[in-house]
Every structure is written in C-alpha cells, then in structure tokens.
C-alpha cells in the first residue's frame, strides 16, 4: 500500500499560541526600548522563521539579531510558567487520531517553531510517536521556501503527488506550491481564509472535522 504523508503546521493550526506569540513580542521590543508592532502585524507573520519575521515588523536600522533573541528567551519564560498554555484547537487530537489509524498515512509536522518549540508541544498534548518527520526552523530556510517538504518527502519517501500540507498561512500555501504539493487551508488561525486561496490553497476548510474528508477528497480515496 503506498503511503500519503499529511504535514501538519504547529502555529496557527494544531496549536493556538497566539497570545504567547504576541506577548513574546512585545517583550522583546520593551528589551530594546522600541514599539512594539499591533497585534495584527504580528500574527501576519507567524509561519516564518524568527529571523524572516524580526526583519518584517522591525525597523531596518533596529537590532534584528538581539530582537531575536529577545523574542526566543521571552517565548521560553512564558512557556516556563506555571500558565503556559498553547492549547490545541478544537478537533485536532481527534483528527490526529483518525489519520493515524489509517495504515496508509504518515504524520508529520513543517513548522517554524524551534526544535525546542515543537517538543514542548508534543510533551504539553501528549503527541509522542505520532510524527513520523519534523521539520523545524533550526535547519531550514524561512517558509515559503520548500526546504522543509523536500526534507520530508526524503526522510519518508512518499511522493510529493501523495503529500499534503495543512497550514494556516500564506507562507504555508506558497511552501506547497514551490514543492508541489497540495495544501489544505484552515479558517481558524491568523490569516484571512482569502489569503490562503490567493497564495494557492487547494481547499480552505472552517473546522478539524472536515480536514480528514478534504484530504481524502483531494487523494480521491
């Protein structure tokens, strides 16, 4: 039976860690005595690595390199505390598990969360085993860039015409697009549904229940 690989984005779409994000931040600005970008600015550029996303909501002239690292060491304190709270969204665990079971289908994630990032979601929702690959921002190119699924596709070998990516960026859209893959958009995160079917989207769903369904309408299953 040849196997589909599913890629999964963290931010935005397995995870809602939008307050963390956006609290982060503004932290790290405060660090450097320098405004911190609006809410909507930043969750603009959640799906790129840090690196891309400093240079997209810093002034040029500001230190990028120590807001980076400003950002990194906030995001870890916050994920430190007893609070700490990057819930799933609604569905997700559920629609894991139905993936998983079928026997033709491989899990992964293409994130750009750190290494460090994607673990502590793993250990915080109990998602152990489940991805069989793990693309992370600390070994690859910012998103669009295609690094990640190209990664994926030779870690498993399954064919890009068998992989798909569900994201809920532009940046995860335009990833599938360079690599060759279809991509699955999700309503709930923090970009305007338009955005995911301007950058490419083969199909935009509003709930985890019709993730599993769109895949298995866009494989012909």
Excluded at 67 to 93: S, T, V
Excluded at 160 to 189: C, F, K, N, P, Q
């Amino acid at each position: 039976m040849d196997p589909h690989l599913v890629l999964f984005d963290v931010d935005g779409t397995l995870v809602d860690s939008q307050h963390m994000i956006v609290t982060a931040m503004t932290r790290a600005f405060a660090a450097h005595g320098l405004a911190a970008p609006g809410r909507d600015a930043v969750l603009g550029i959640v799906g790129l690595s840090i690196a891309e996303a400093i240079r997209a909501l810093a002034p040029a002239e500001a230190p990028h390199a120590g807001l980076a690292d400003a950002y990194k060491n906030a995001f870890h304190a916050l994920r430190m505390a007893p609070d700490h709270h990057e819930p799933l969204f609604p569905g997700a665990a559920a629609c894991l598990d139905a993936l998983s079971a079928r026997p033709d289908v491989l899990l992964g994630v293409a994130t750009g969360k750190s290494k460090r990032g994607v673990a502590a979601i793993v250990d915080l929702h109990g998602l152990h085993g489940r991805f069989v690959t793990v693309q992370t921002a600390d070994d690859h190119p910012s998103k669009p860039h295609p690094s990640m699924v190209m990664r994926a596709l030779a870690e498993t070998g399954v064919p890009a015409t068998r992989t798909v990516i569900v994201g809920d960026s532009s940046y995860d859209m335009l990833m599938a697009r360079a690599a060759g893959i279809l991509a699955i958009g999700v309503g709930w995160g923090y970009q305007d549904p338009a955005a995911l079917r301007n950058a490419g989207a083969h199909a935009v769903v509003e709930t985890y229940e019709e993730v599993a369904p769109t895949i298995a309408r866009l494989f012909g299953w």
